[in-house]
């Protein structure tokens, strides 16, 4: 037991800092991943949610594809996929340099790609409980397309969507792992390597597990505080 | 067409040209671009299959094509990923296959006791399945398979006494019950929403005609519940088939390990594209028949 406390403590002999490090960067991934997400999945909601039929085939390729595929897979096609492109299309300008992709950005785009595809959906399923009236009260009171969306329809939105998106949120946060497979010094990449190093790989897998579900405990709390405060507008019951 | 006015014998104006919307051109705009991706990638992939075509093609070529086919078909050196790597797909294939059936099926079992014991009114009960639950659901699905498969070997000359060290040495043994377990946990939760969802009327009816419950539950309440829970249940397996890929990781050669191993001997990009395809057949395919039998199983709720 004094052993393993030693391990876990911070400093010299323990593994506490370079976990905590791990963790900084698995929660920086996926805030960085969330506003890319949202915001490209608003847009796909948007054309998923227009009249224009080949705007709506677009954005369900793009749907069919990112939610059919394994996140894994996504990201290796984008770490790798993205590493030959570049490649390729630098050897055509005339240099011949190997490049690594970062894998912190690699795990971002890969993410983005997932989460907004996601997002899209819960969005739309929002879309669908706004009634159409709000819209035209919008343009009867003289307000612009874009306005009226942006003044009425998206704050509705947001409190409509928000349960769906706090879901999508942990799914983020736990996707995070994943980069790990690509090199990124994240939460688990980290425990896996003092594991190997101390060959103490329950405790520390263990830890790992453990810590993601405080940030999931810590994620919750806040999205039911967020949920109300989206909901102070509606009558109390 | 529309029917000319049977009165006036006037057919309607025609209706006016579908005005270039800002939306309408960004609709073109991105499909053209998909479009472009879509060729360019069977163009990329095209080049397996020359050999196919080639022999295909061969009986119906005029006489002077059909010497240069054949004088392709022996010389020329047909050296496909496909060909190489096929085989090797489909093994990845079956055992991305047993590992989804396997889990799916251990995870459905462990699920009922899981569901009971959550919506059990003793705390005894409820609270060690509201635990379980909660960490499965909580933590990736990597993170718990490494504790299975390396954390385990913590415990080996435990294992080993009680006999059981041959099961968690072995990685695709150690994947199925990491893939149970987590899978146990959502199924369990499907489970349970499906069976609150159940109207308190079809206990009581039950009870009125004198069945024991755990009767009511397997003959009244489970069928209905597991109506509602097909929906769930479907977005579940499509889960367990992407979750699955993470079984490349520690070792198994399923699609994604396959994948994982030709890529990195050919270094040849190809290797992702297939996997990609072959994954997207697969999820399209079932959710696609899933629509089919929930659409035939739910024919007499049909309005």
Redesign the interface.
Known sequence: MEEALTLLSFGENGWGDTIAKGVLITISLSLATLPFGLIIGFLIALAKNSSEPSLKLAANIYTTIFRGLPELLTLFLVFFGVQIGLQQLLKLMGFDIYIEVNSFVAGMIALSLVFSSFASEAFLSAFRGIPQGQYEGGYALGLSRFKTMTLIILPQLIRLALPALGNLWLILLKDTALVSTIGLSDLLRETSIAARVTKEPFLFFGLACLIYLALAMISSAAFTRIERWSKRGEVQR | MIAPNPTTGLKPPPAPPRPW?N??I???V??A??IVAGISLVAYLIGNLEKPILEALRPYLPADWATWADAQLETHEFDSFLERYGAKYVEGFLVTLQIVGLSLLFGALLSIPIALARSSKWKVFSAPAYAYV??FR???????T??IY??????RPELQSVGLWWFFRDAFYCVVFAFSLNTAAYQAEILRGAIQNIAKGQWEGAAALGLNRPVTFFKVILPQALMVALRPYGNEIILM??????A??ITIYDI?GE??RA?SRTYD?QA??W??VI??MI??TLRRVWDKIEARLTRHLKR
């Open positions: 919307t939306a309408r960004a609709g073109h991105l499909m671009l998909w909660y960490f909580g933590t990736p699905l990597l993170a718990q490494f504790l390396y954390g385990f070997g913590s415990f088939i992407k979750g699955s890929a993470i490349a990781i994604m994948t994982r890529y990009f992702y594209i996997a990609a994954y997207l999820v399209e």
